[in-house]
């Protein structure tokens, strides 16, 4: 490492360090904004990459329910809230996402529905135990705090009840994090927050939660999505549309400090030299033991 480079990490611990003594992190508040910032874009820009796998997992709902309600946690624009209406028309649904205007997208897809506005975790803790049949998430629990909300769903579904949910791990679109790294240890005076994330690391750390929360894995399957940015649009626009960076786009002004976003679209386009784009991610069938 070069003596640039030494100071800039030492730079960028320091501001760490103060965010952390300040009790300033990357919130939930955080992630809200960036999804409503990008409501409107997000189906074209990013559901399109992920559509292919959520029908995957939407293809493994159970045929029969045992009584109770459905939960759709971190719904967005209600692509499987709809999904799940259509497969469970008698059965009541809520829905739930922290973005009001990604919220807004899904009840223009499903009038009519019951829609939340709230935080995942908050709101399950507020669920009756053993009172859903079945409780899904798309893209969404690592945006949450995944053991503490795992534990909750396993509390909340009913005896032979059904949990599905697929998330991005840890080292997904690993050329976005690595510039947005660099970019952190060049402007750490520009940051509004210590960054902690709480994707998963890996599958099998996935399975071992479930099965401590009480929960038998059916089906887990991992694998990684190709991702293309479209040639037409300047790459840092898309990204903002795409909610890759949501909430660490807050913390850092990519989107209205020019010089942060110069520079991470340059370490961005070096990164690609690299590495390709790929979306990591692990999709899960478990139920509750009747």
């Given at each position: 490492?070069?003596?640039?480079?030494?100071?800039?990490?030492?730079?960028?611990?320091?501001?760490?360090?103060?965010?952390?003594?300040?009790?300033?992190?990357?919130?939930?508040?955080?992630?809200?904004?960036?999804?409503?910032?990008?409501?409107?874009?997000?189906?074209?820009?990013?559901?399109?990459?992920?559509?292919a796998v959520t029908?995957?997992?939407?293809?493994?709902?159970?045929?029969?329910?045992?009584?109770?309600?459905?939960?759709?946690?971190?719904?967005?624009?209600?692509?499987?809230?709809?999904?799940?209406?259509?497969?469970?028309?008698?059965?009541?649904?809520?829905?739930?996402?922290?973005?009001?205007?990604?919220?807004?997208?899904?009840?223009?897809?499903?009038?009519?529905?019951?829609?939340?506005?709230?935080?995942?975790?908050?709101?399950?803790?507020?669920?009756?135990?053993?009172?859903?049949?079945?409780?899904?998430?798309?893209?969404?629990?690592?945006?949450?705090?995944?053991?503490?909300?795992?534990?909750?769903?396993?509390?909340?579904?009913?005896?032979?009840?059904w949990e599905l949910?697929?998330?991005?791990?840890?080292?997904?679109?690993?050329?976005?994090?690595?510039?947005?790294?660099?970019?952190?240890?060049?402007?750490?005076?520009?940051?509004?927050?210590?960054?902690?994330?709480?994707?998963?690391?890996?599958?099998?750390?996935?399975?071992?939660?479930?099965?401590?929360?009480?929960?038998?894995?059916?089906?887990l399957q991992a694998?990684?999505?190709?991702?293309?940015?479209?040639?037409?649009?300047?790459?840092?626009?898309?990204?903002?549309?795409?909610?890759?960076?949501?909430?660490?786009?807050?913390?850092?002004?990519?989107?209205?400090?020019?010089?942060?976003?110069?520079?991470?679209?340059?370490?961005?386009?070096?990164?690609?030299?690299?590495?390709?784009?790929?979306?990591?991610?692990?999709?899960?069938?478990?139920?509750?033991?009747?």
């Amino acid at each position: 490492m070069d003596g640039q480079k030494y100071l800039n990490c030492l730079r960028l611990n320091w501001q760490m360090l103060k965010h952390c003594c300040r009790g300033r992190f990357l919130t939930s508040a955080d992630v809200a904004r960036s999804y409503d910032r990008l409501a409107d874009d997000y189906n074209r820009s990013w559901l399109v990459h992920l559509r292919a796998v959520t029908d995957q997992l939407l293809a493994l709902l159970p045929t029969q329910l045992v009584q109770g309600d459905i939960l759709d946690l971190g719904c967005g624009s209600g692509y499987t809230s709809s999904r799940l209406l259509a497969a469970y028309p008698e059965r009541h649904l809520v829905a739930v996402d922290i973005s009001t205007q990604m919220l807004a997208q899904a009840r223009r897809r499903c009038p009519g529905g019951d829609f939340r506005t709230a935080d995942m975790l908050a709101f399950c803790r507020q669920v009756p135990d053993a009172s859903q049949a079945l409780v899904l998430s798309a893209w969404a629990i690592g945006y949450s705090q995944p053991a503490k909300l795992l534990r909750e769903i396993s509390r909340v579904l009913a005896p032979g009840g059904w949990e599905l949910f697929v998330t991005n791990l840890a080292d997904t679109m690993q050329p976005v994090f690595l510039a947005y790294r660099r970019t952190l240890a060049r402007f750490p005076e520009r940051t509004k927050g210590a960054i902690v994330h709480h994707f998963p690391p890996s599958p099998a750390g996935l399975a071992d939660t479930l099965r401590r929360c009480g929960v038998a894995v059916d089906e887990l399957q991992a694998g990684e999505i190709a991702i293309t940015p479209p040639a037409a649009e300047d790459i840092v626009d898309w990204l903002l549309k795409t909610g890759i960076l949501a909430g660490f786009a807050e913390i850092l002004p990519i989107h209205d400090d020019q010089d942060v976003r110069d520079y991470f679209r340059q370490e961005l386009l070096l990164a690609l030299k690299q590495q390709p784009l790929a979306h990591h991610y692990c999709l899960v069938k478990g139920a509750r033991p009747c």
